[in-house]
Nanobody, 120 residues
Framework: QVQLVESGGGLVQPGGSLRLSCAASGSIFSFNAINWYRQAPGKQRELVATITNDGRTTYQDSVKGRFTVSGDNAKNTVSLQMNSLKPEDTAVYYC??????????????WGQGTQVTVSS
C-alpha cells in the first residue's frame, strides 16, 4: 500500500518562505509523476506543480518563479520550496503520486494534506 505523508505547512507572513515535503513509502522514481495540488476554502483543488520520474517539472502560472519542486530519491521525498508567498497561496496542499501501468491503468495516491496560511 502506497502512503504519502506531507509535512512543512504552517503560518508565514507575506513574502516569507516555506518548504513542504512529501514522504513516500517507496521509491519516488517508481511513480510516473508526483504532483502538488492545493485547495483553498470554497475553491476547487488546483494543480500547482509536477515533477516526472525523468526530472521534468511544470508549474501553474501563478507560482512560476516562486515555487520549486524537487525530488530526493535517497530520502523517498519530493519537496516544494515556496518563496515570496502571497495571501492567495493560502490553502491545504496535497501531494499526489501517479502510477501508470498497462494492466491497471492510472492509479492515484494522495497524502492527507498540510495547511499553509499566508497572513500578516
Amino acid at each position: 500500500q502506497v502512503q504519502l505523508v506531507e509535512s512543512g505547512g504552517g503560518l508565514v507572513q507575506p513574502g516569507g518562505s516555506l518548504r513542504l515535503s512529501c514522504a513516500a513509502s517507496g521509491s519516488i522514481f517508481s511513480f510516473n509523476a508526483i504532483n502538488w495540488y492545493r485547495q483553498a476554502p470554497g475553491k476547487q483543488r488546483e494543480l500547482v506543480a509536477t515533477i516526472t520520474n525523468d526530472g521534468r517539472t511544470t508549474y501553474q502560472d501563478s507560482v512560476k518563479g516562486r515555487f520549486t519542486v524537487s525530488g530526493d530519491n535517497a530520502k523517498n521525498t519530493v519537496s516544494l520550496q515556496m518563496n515570496s508567498l502571497k495571501p492567495e497561496d493560502t490553502a491545504v496542499y496535497y501531494c499526489n503520486a501517479i502510477l501508470l501501468s498497462g494492466m491497471f491503468g492510472r492509479r492515484d495516491y494522495w497524502g492527507q494534506g498540510t495547511q499553509v496560511t499566508v497572513s500578516s
